[in-house]
């Protein structure tokens, strides 16, 4: 695969938990929810500290009202899922921190690694129009642009991999 390429390839029954519910004879599948929810046609992903289990960016309010209104304007935009008019869409995250612990509540949009602070409802509102739509970033805003680096398909075994994400998966925290 090109530096560039997507790959959009389903890997079922990857992940013991997936198995394991599968198994149970639960009607839900990760193929479904892939497809009910656009996500191999995600053009950005919008995360955004909001209902902190230790509020210290902003008050835990602050944060619930910014994620609030991001929800809602991008489901008002028809923005969170693909339309027929638009074959992408734009995903959005509520993280529990984003570790700045200033200036929030904190916003990142990926890929384009752009870092924005101070994410009001009416801040966010210009980051949708400006950013999300227009493709321009909202400097006033923006404290650190740092895109993701392009894919590079890793030399690393099929094997090895699923080990490293059953590790993470067994690693991760409350965050």
């Excluded at 497809?35 to 995360?47: A, D, S």
């Excluded at 990142?108 to 950013?131: L, M, N, S």
Aim: aromatic content about 6%.
């Amino acid at each position: 695969m090109e530096a560039n390429e997507t790959n959009h390839q389903l890997v079922e029954g990857s992940h013991p938990k997936s198995s394991k519910a599968n198994e149970s004879g639960d009607n839900y599948t990760i193929t479904a929810t892939i497809k009910n929810l656009g996500i191999n046609q995600i053009q950005r992903h919008v995360f955004i500290c909001a209902d902190q289990t230790k509020p210290i960016c902003c008050l835990k309010e602050a944060g619930i009202e910014a994620w609030s209104y991001l929800k809602k304007r991008l489901k008002e935009l028809k923005l969170d899922l693909p339309t027929t008019d638009r074959a992408s869409c734009i995903f959005r995250t509520k993280a529990n921190c984003l570790r700045i612990c200033a200036n929030g509540p904190i916003m990142v949009v990926y890929p384009d690694g752009v870092w924005y602070c101070r994410v009001t409802p009416d801040a966010i509102e210009r980051i949708i129009r400006q950013h999300l739509i227009g493709n321009k970033v909202v400097e006033e805003y923006a404290f650190l642009i740092h895109p993701l680096p392009e894919m590079i398909e890793a030399a690393i075994p099929e094997s090895e991999m699923a080990r490293q994400v059953d590790s993470q998966d067994d690693k991760q925290s409350d965050y």
